[in-house]
């Protein structure tokens, strides 16, 4: 009931296509979804986060989309970049009165983004 | 940078032995989360305090234990090192008030048990 779902475990889009990540939880109660990007080497870095009662935000070149019947949400990276090339993880917690908010992660989408 | 800060970067030492790892969260967050990250596991959520108490436990150890600090740093002691310890270990911070539930990674401490 903890998990979150990640796919595909690798992806390689041409530059300027559309990259395209999904993940799937179990968990009702989780009320916030965020997406983290990792660089080798360095710390995940927040990128884009969404709450239940939306089904759509978009931050420049990256829109989440979350179906909260389906308990699914993807990441969608237009125009993609080789500057985008990096590993992505969606995330979910659940928050309620206790200021606790531990993400639950995906497995990880590695990105290749080709010239 | 995040503005969470983490050290030693790296540190290599043997089975058997104690480490601890040091974490900064961003100034004015109270709430300090540890996370590992292996090859095998992925991203796991460890231990969370906030403002000097333990709010809540993941699938920590008992050979590890953690604190936080009056000055909000914490600290994660990882004892009876094995190899299977090698990891990456990411300390995060999130801010109070409405944006709680963001949390800001900083840049891991590489542990590597010979």
């Known amino acids: 009931q903890q998990q979150v779902k990640q796919s595909p475990q690798s992806l390689i889009v041409q530059k300027g296509g559309i990259s395209i990540i999904n993940c799937a939880y179990e968990?009702?109660?989780?009320?916030?979804f965020p997406w983290y990007q990792q660089f080798p080497g360095k710390g995940p870095a927040l990128l884009i986060a969404?709450?239940?009662?939306?089904s759509e935000k978009k931050e420049g070149r990256f829109t989440i989309s979350f179906n909260k019947s389906a308990k699914q949400f993807s990441l969608h990276i237009m125009d993609s970049q080789p500057g985008d090339s990096a590993t992505y993880f969606c995330?979910?917690?659940?928050?309620?009165?206790?200021?606790?908010?531990?993400?639950?992660f995906g497995q990880g989408t590695t990105l290749q983004v080709k010239p | 940078d995040s503005g969470v800060t983490q050290t030693p970067k790296h540190l290599i030492t043997a089975t058997g032995q104690r480490v601890t790892l040091r974490c900064s969260p961003r100034?004015?967050?109270?709430?300090v989360y540890w996370y590992q990250q292996s090859l095998d596991q992925g991203l796991q959520f460890l231990i969370q305090?906030?403002?000097?108490?333990?709010?809540a436990k993941g699938n920590i150890l008992e050979r590890f234990s953690a604190q936080q600090f009056p000055d909000l740093h914490s600290e994660l002691n990882l004892s009876s090192l094995e190899l299977g310890d090698s990891a990456l270990y990411f300390c995060?911070?999130?801010?109070?008030?409405?944006?709680?539930?963001?949390?800001?990674f900083g840049p891991g401490t590489r542990l590597l048990v010979l």
């Open positions: 995060a911070s999130s801010p109070r008030g409405r944006d709680q539930e963001t949390q800001y």
């Open positions: 968990n009702t109660a989780f009320d916030y």
């Open positions: 969404i709450r239940p009662d939306v």
């Open positions: 995330a979910a917690s659940f928050h309620g009165s206790s200021n606790t908010g531990k993400l639950i």
């Open positions: 100034s004015g967050d109270l709430s």
């Open positions: 305090y906030y403002n000097g108490e333990e709010r």
